[in-house]
């Protein structure tokens, strides 16, 4: 069986930044209004960071509970890890989440500078400094048969779009504009020489775009 590599719910601003610029410890997405971008996403029942009960239904909801189905692993770049650049300064640090990620499968986390892996709740890290397709190709045994997610942010995202590793892509676009920041793309046209691509508008105002392999 296919073992796809997906992307699941990724956010990008109206002019194709998944992130500002100047991240930090306090903002992690940089001059981003993360309320503005990702809202519609948070107020979903099935949003896989919710602690309590309630959220809509709808459009929103149905693509957010996507996110984990028949997912058994994750690649993210090391910007979506943590703020730190560089050498790893302080190994404390053990990501944005807190001890319960919301991943659930080994991470592979693409960084120059390796570090020991570690497990918090039912997540283990791995940190690899490899090509897409090697780490695509650790990513997919961990998973075991299962699909791997993608998870970001832009630039990583970019680096395996480039070399024609990712098989679906769900993008949400929200209405507001950042200007400058991490890129995913200037248009979505820019993929359809590989991908069909559907875009389907929501009542909350976000524009989800669903491409698939040609």
Do not use: C
């Amino acid at each position: 069986m296919t073992q796809l590599l997906r992307v699941q719910n990724f956010n990008v601003s109206s002019d194709g930044f998944g992130a500002g610029e100047n991240p930090s410890l306090e903002r992690p997405f940089g001059d981003a209004d993360p309320g503005a971008m990702f809202s519609w996403a948070g107020a979903t029942a099935s949003w896989p960071m919710r602690t309590d009960p309630g959220g809509s239904r709808g459009l929103d909801d149905y693509l957010t509970r996507d996110y984990a189905r028949n997912i058994g692993a994750e690649i993210m770049g090391r910007g979506k890890f943590g703020f730190q650049r560089g050498p790893w300064e302080n190994l404390d640090w053990r990501g944005w989440w807190g001890d319960q990620p919301p991943f659930r499968t080994p991470v592979f986390v693409m960084t120059h500078h390796e570090r020991p892996s570690f497990t918090l709740s039912d997540t283990t890290f791995h940190f690899v400094d490899a090509d897409p397709a090697t780490v695509l190709g650790r990513a997919r045994q961990a998973a075991q048969g299962k699909d791997v997610r993608l998870g970001g942010g832009a630039t990583t995202i970019r680096e395996f779009l480039d070399a024609d590793l990712v098989d679906t892509l769900h993008v949400a676009v929200s209405p507001v504009e950042l200007g400058s920041g991490s890129r995913l793309w200037k248009s979505p046209d820019e993929l359809l020489d590989r991908f069909h691509l559907d875009v389907v508008p929501s009542a909350s105002g976000v524009t989800h775009h669903l491409f698939w392999r040609k």
